[in-house]
């Protein structure tokens, strides 16, 4: 994550949390853009992003690539985790050259794969 945070901002967004079952990870999807909404799993912590000291549920925190995953806190900045594409990204995703190796130095690409954890 301090890969992640030291190569991009923090943005807000607006998000939904999908109702899933107990035994399935946690996720979130955050609108990027009107046309760009993708399911991020929750790494490693389980923790509830809607209800962690989090006073507007529907608004998250992000750092890094929409395309590749990043790090999210709920607004306060209380409690930041590492997140990631739900399933493998499509290939042929929209970036930019400068966009594809700011992904590289943070390491959610490597290699042009993308880092699933």
């Known amino acids: 994550m ?16 999908p109702r899933r079952s107990p035994e399935s990870p946690r ?11 993708p399911v991020l ?8 992003l809607a209800d962690r000291e989090n006073s507007t549920p529907n608004t998250i925190w992000f750092a890094g ?11 306060g900045g209380h ?4 997140v990631v594409p739900d399933s493998p990204p499509s290939p042929g995703l929209p ?3 400068e966009d594809d190796a700011l992904a590289e130095r943070a390491e959610l690409v490597k290699g042009r794969k993308v880092r699933m954890t």
């Open 41 to 48: 799993r929750v790494t490693f912590h389980a923790g509830d």
């Open 65 to 75: 690539d929409p395309r590749y995953g990043g790090v999210v806190s709920p607004v």
């Open 2 to 17: 301090a890969r992640i945070l030291a190569t991009y901002s923090w943005q807000a967004y607006p998000c939904h949390y």
């Open 27 to 37: 996720t979130i999807v955050i609108r990027f853009a009107e046309d760009h909404s």
């Open 79 to 82: 409690f930041p985790v590492r």
């Open 95 to 97: 970036g930019t050259p």
